[in-house]
């Protein structure tokens, strides 16, 4: 009988071995096909899908279970337009003015720059927002432990999700994104955290021609010798 305050877990039912590893064989390869598209359709995407998929990104650990995130769904094409009109203003001022050298030579293969259509043509623009601390009812401050890493994971379960319903994403990060406060309404004890574009991918969409560092040179195991 679970202890007060807990409950038993549940969980999927316990599986075969070549079972697990068709599994994990299976969301690699669903994985390997996802990329940030910068080219949408405006094809509709369902409220409904996407209510799933931010359910999924609720799942996501969190310091102490706080939850410090927020989310906010856009499709409403005028504030979209706003929202584009705002990132735009701080993406000239970025290539422009405020980035390195070096920083600009690094995206240059990604043929990025300052214009930012697809933020009007996709469907769906997913502000996440991350919250630093609660709000008491006195107006005090209530700390979060480790929002900024418990609003990564569940950006990344977020993006899993998406991919998996069939749909393209692109995470987009202007700097500064205060503006999404203000268009958004949130408040001021949130951060904006990344802006993602959601929705189907245009017909004629291409990625750059780029390659994932293997397996070899992204992670290392440490395991128990062999017995003899």
């Known amino acids: ?24 064989r299976a969301i690699r390869e669903e994985l390997a096909l996802r990329r940030s598209v910068r080219s949408f359709s405006s094809r509709p995407v369902s409220r409904e899908v996407i209510e799933d998929c931010l359910r999924a ?11 410090p995130w ?29 980035a390195p050298d070096e920083w600009l030579a690094a995206l240059a293969p990604l043929g ?18 991350v919250q630093p ?6 107006g005090s401050h209530a700390k979060h432990y480790y929002a900024v890493e418990s609003v990564g994971l569940a950006t990344g379960l977020m993006l899993v999700a998406l991919h998996h319903a069939g749909l ?4 987009h990060t202007p700097s500064p994104m205060a503006f999404l406060n203000r268009v958004l309404g949130r408040p001021g004890h949130e951060r904006p955290f990344v802006l993602v574009v959601a929705g189907y991918p245009a017909h004629d969409a291409e990625v750059p021609d780029l390659r994932r560092k293997a397996l070899r040179d992204i992670a290392t195991f440490v395991e128990c010798a062999p017995t003899t």
């Open 168 to 171: 393209a994403t692109l995470t």
């Open 57 to 67: 990104a609720g799942t996501a650990p969190s310091g102490a279970n706080q939850q």
């Open 70 to 98: 927020h989310f906010v769904a856009v499709s409403d094409p005028h504030v979209k337009r706003r929202i584009r009109q705002a990132a735009e203003a701080e993406e000239r001022e970025f290539y422009e003015r405020r």
């Open 1 to 24: 009988m679970p202890r007060p305050g807990f409950v038993a877990l549940a969980f999927p039912p316990e599986r075969s071995d070549a079972e697990i590893a068709e599994r994990a």
């Open 112 to 129: 990025t720059n300052a214009d930012k259509p697809f933020l009007e043509i996709a469907p769906w623009l997913i502000a996440v927002f």
């Open 133 to 138: 601390f609660a709000l008491r009812p006195d």
